[in-house]
Each structure stands twice: as structure tokens, then as C-alpha cells.
């Protein structure tokens, strides 16, 4: 079964910075995106940031100018850098990854469990 462990989320102050990260693992195809995705109680999961594998990056406008996301393809392994945090950030991140296999134009998507992020003063 394909994992997605994320890992450094927590408390943080407004203004502050955190960084997320998530490590895919048991795969049987070739990962071709990953990313983060954030939740709140009542509301659609949303996009954060994407990365494909050409280097590639999407954010939503909530993120963008203040998240970076970084991939580490040997490692299967994505990044969020979190700067200049704000109250709203506050949500559940889940990672997820595209995976398929060559030459196929089937993919699929795999979601991490999530990790909660909280900003709090």
C-alpha cells in the first residue's frame, strides 16, 4: 500500500514559519506530482501548492509570496516552507502524490493522513 507520511506540522505564532514535510513510499509506479492540500472543519479541501516533476510549481493566492514548495525526487519527498504565517493558515495540510507509470495515461492520486497546522499567538 502506498504511504504518505508528513511530518513538522504544529503550534505556531503569527508571522512565524514552519516547515512541512511528507515522504512517499511503497510505490509502484513513478511519481509525477506532488503536493499540499489544507482543510478546515465545514469547508473543501483546497490546493496549496503543487510541483510536477519538470520543477514546475502552482500556489493558490492564499499561499503565494509567503509558501515555497520544494520536491526532493530521490527521496520521494516534498517540502512547504510556511513564512509570515497568519491565523487563517490554520488547517489540517495533507499531502498527496500523482503516481502512474510510464506510458500510461492513467494516473492516480494518493493522499497523506494530515498533519494539523495551528496558528496561534
Known amino acids: 500500500q502506498v504511504q504518505l507520511v508528513e511530518s513538522g506540522g504544529g503550534l505556531v505564532q503569527p508571522g512565524g514559519s514552519l516547515r512541512l514535510s511528507c515522504a512517499a513510499s511503497?510505490?509502484?509506479?513513478?511519481?509525477?506530482?506532488m503536493g499540499w492540500h489544507r482543510q478546515v472543519p465545514g469547508k473543501q479541501r483546497e490546493l496549496v501548492a503543487n510541483?510536477?516533476?519538470?520543477?514546475?510549481?502552482n500556489y493558490a493566492d492564499s499561499a503565494t509570496g509567503r509558501f515555497t514548495i520544494t520536491r526532493d525526487n530521490a527521496k520521494n519527498t516534498v517540502y512547504l516552507q510556511m513564512n509570515s504565517v497568519k491565523f487563517e493558515d490554520t488547517a489540517v495540510y495533507y499531502c498527496?502524490?500523482?503516481?502512474?507509470?510510464?506510458?500510461?495515461?492513467?494516473?492516480?492520486?494518493?493522499w497523506g493522513q494530515g498533519t494539523q497546522v495551528s496558528v496561534s499567538s
Open positions: 511503497n510505490l509502484n509506479g513513478v511519481i509525477t506530482a
Open positions: 498527496n502524490a500523482r503516481v502512474g507509470v510510464s506510458g500510461s495515461a492513467v494516473q492516480y492520486m494518493y
Open positions: 510541483i510536477i516533476n519538470g520543477g514546475a510549481t
